[in-house]
Structures are given as structure tokens and as C-alpha cells.
């Protein structure tokens, strides 16, 4: 189970640090994702941590986000800075049994998920 905290409203250009908790297994041994959906679009790919700590991130956060895991926490966090209004959106925090190199950015690769943090940026 996917527990995610720390959403809520900021002003664009703050910053919010969003967790993800894990029951069970440990976190450390799965590929874990954060993805974003703003209202009225699809989900999409935010960054990912892989098992060995390796990272990736969209293009568009690049810079501004930052992934990371706490193995005695089971947690991973996504540390969000200079947010825009855009940004506006439910952050989804996922974990993926399996690896498939080419879809390691795609919802359909991640087989469990959290059910969600609300961040809404101000402008």
C-alpha cells in the first residue's frame, strides 16, 4: 500500500515536499515513480527512483524536483521547488514489481499506486 502526504496550496515559486509511504514490502527493491495529473489531462511522468538509488526526470522539472528514497522510512519523497500555477494537480506516487526499460516513464509499467496528494500553486 501507497500512502502520499504533504500536497497542499502554495504560492508559485514555493516549494512543498511530497512523501510517499510504503507498507509491506520494502520500497527499496521496486522501481518507484512520481507522476502528476492536472484537471482535465492525462497522467504523466514526474521522475522516477530505481532500486540501485539511479533517478530520471521529466524534462520539465529537471532542476526543480529532486527524488529520493528513505530505506529505513520506506519512504520516497519528491521535493518540489519553484512551482508553477500549471503545476496544479493530483501527484501520484507508484511502484512497479517488474522493469520494462522502454516503458519506464508510462503509467502501464507500475502496478500499484497511491491515491494521490492534491497541489495547487497559486498565482
Known amino acids: 500500500q501507497l500512502v502520499e502526504s504533504g500536497g497542499g496550496l502554495v504560492q508559485a515559486g514555493g516549494s512543498l515536499r511530497l512523501s510517499c509511504a510504503a507498507s509491506g514490502r520494502s520500497l527499496s527493491v521496486y522501481h518507484t515513480a512520481w507522476f502528476l495529473q492536472a484537471p482535465g489531462k492525462e497522467r504523466d511522468f514526474v521522475a522516477r527512483?530505481?532500486?540501485?538509488?539511479?533517478?530520471e526526470y521529466a524534462d520539465s522539472v529537471k532542476g526543480r524536483y529532486t527524488i529520493s528514497r528513505d530505506n529505513a522510512k520506506n519512504t520516497v519523497f519528491l521535493q518540489v521547488n519553484a512551482l508553477k500555477p500549471e503545476e496544479t494537480a493530483i501527484y501520484y506516487c507508484?511502484?512497479?514489481?517488474?522493469?520494462?526499460?522502454?516503458?519506464?516513464?508510462?503509467?502501464?509499467?507500475?502496478?500499484?499506486w497511491g491515491q494521490g496528494t492534491q497541489v495547487t500553486v497559486s498565482s
Open positions: 507508484a511502484a512497479a514489481s517488474g522493469y520494462q526499460p522502454y516503458s519506464r516513464t508510462s503509467r502501464g509499467m507500475y502496478n500499484y
Open positions: 527512483i530505481t532500486p540501485s538509488g539511479n533517478t
